[in-house]
């Protein structure tokens, strides 16, 4: 949680614990019927799971100026938890799932998993986004083997996974298609049975479903909670929809225009499932909207003056 005095936490309406009881008993995913005899494995109070301490990170120009990017992020993951990051767009949420997937280094801070600093990408955190990457001359079967391929897990062990996390998300008939062959939130769900099936800690989601129609998002709204309570993941996941981040999460943190600082953070008690046409859930999302609202704004002046420059921070060290 950040540190910052204007960021502590609002309420939002319905005192209820939103972990559902499946959840409260949680394990990784399956071993379905000895969830309730392993130890608690949600949200925990301890080492956060990914730690954001007091990070800057600034980005070189061609001119060789620096922008800011990201101004003193602290933001805290517990295990379990599913955390929702919005923001108005090129407000370092991007920015702020590659520091945690090793892809980038901060210019000061420290990004901590399980309490160890992240030094490059690792096998326990995975990036989702909505290009998705799956390789069009592989089947889906072959798809969702690739990750593991590539963490060594050996053949049959490779093809149990693939037949558990294809049925996880409903494709199993479609082992064998290939990728053109499904529709965009079929390939989604695939590029997720992918992400799961090399079983990380910790779900990095970009935008995933942006580009999915309103009946499809819904869809995989429902399957994503699902898994996530199967499996006990913790998930960041990254959105400008507001609604979407209510609908999912924990807790929501806003960022503020650049730079991306944390404007905010909603805890969200709606109880789960969540629906989209829930009023209570509107509610929740007007008050962030509200507040979002006035980053797009910001960032609307910054882009339409001529002649205003994004804040440069020459002092910042690269
Ligand atoms: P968001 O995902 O919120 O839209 P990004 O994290 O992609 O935002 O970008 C944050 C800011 O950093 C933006 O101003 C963007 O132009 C800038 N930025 C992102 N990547 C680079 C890069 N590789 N080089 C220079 N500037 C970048
Ligand atoms: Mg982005």
Redesign the pocket.
């Known amino acids: 949680m950040s540190t910052k005095a204007h960021n502590f936490p609002v309420q939002i309406p319905l005192p209820i614990d939103p972990r559902t009881p499946s959840r409260l008993s949680g394990s990784r995913g399956k071993a379905a019927s000895t969830v309730a005899a392993l130890p608690f494995r949600g949200i925990s109070s301890d080492v956060p799971k990914v730690g954001l301490n007091d990070i800057c990170l600034s ?3 061609e001119s060789g100026e620096r ?1 800011l ?2 101004d003193h992020i602290n933001l805290q993951v517990k295990t379990g938890e599913f955390l929702c990051i919005v ?10 799932l ?1 520091l945690i997937a090793g892809l980038h280094q901060p210019t000061s801070g420290e990004v901590l998993v399980d309490g160890k600093e992240v030094e490059g990408p690792g096998t326990d955190r995975i990036l989702i986004f909505q290009e998705l990457g799956l390789f069009p001359w592989l089947t889906v079967g072959d798809n969702v083997q690739f990750g593991m391929k590539m963490k060594g897990i050996g053949k049959a062990e490779r093809e149990e996974k693939t037949r558990y996390y294809l049925r996880l998300v409903h494709l199993s008939q479609f082992k064998d298609s290939y990728t053109h062959q499904l529709s965009g939130g079929m390939r989604q769900r695939v590029a997720l049975a992918r992400a799961l099936a090399t079983e990380p800690d910790v779900l990095l989601m ?1 935008e995933p479903f942006a580009a999915l129609d309103a009946q499809t998002r819904d869809l995989l709204h429902d399957e994503l909670e699902r898994i996530w309570t199967e499996t006990g993941c913790t998930v960041v996941f ?1 959105t400008h929809n507001v609604r979407e981040a209510i609908r999912l999460g924990d807790r929501v943190a806003l ?1 503020t225009f ?1 730079p ?1 600082r944390v404007k905010r953070e909603f805890p969200v008690f709606l109880p789960r499932p969540r629906s989209l046409e829930d009023p209570n859930l509107a509610r929740a999302a007007s008050e962030i909207l509200g507040e979002l609202r006035e980053e797009i704004n910001r960032s609307l002046e910054v882009e339409y003056s001529v002649g205003v420059k ?1 804040r440069v921070e020459p002092g910042v060290r690269s």
């Open positions: 980005y070189r120009t922008i990017a990201l923001g108005p767009s090129g407000c370092g949420k991007s920015t702020l590659h970009d990254v960022l650049r991306g994004p």
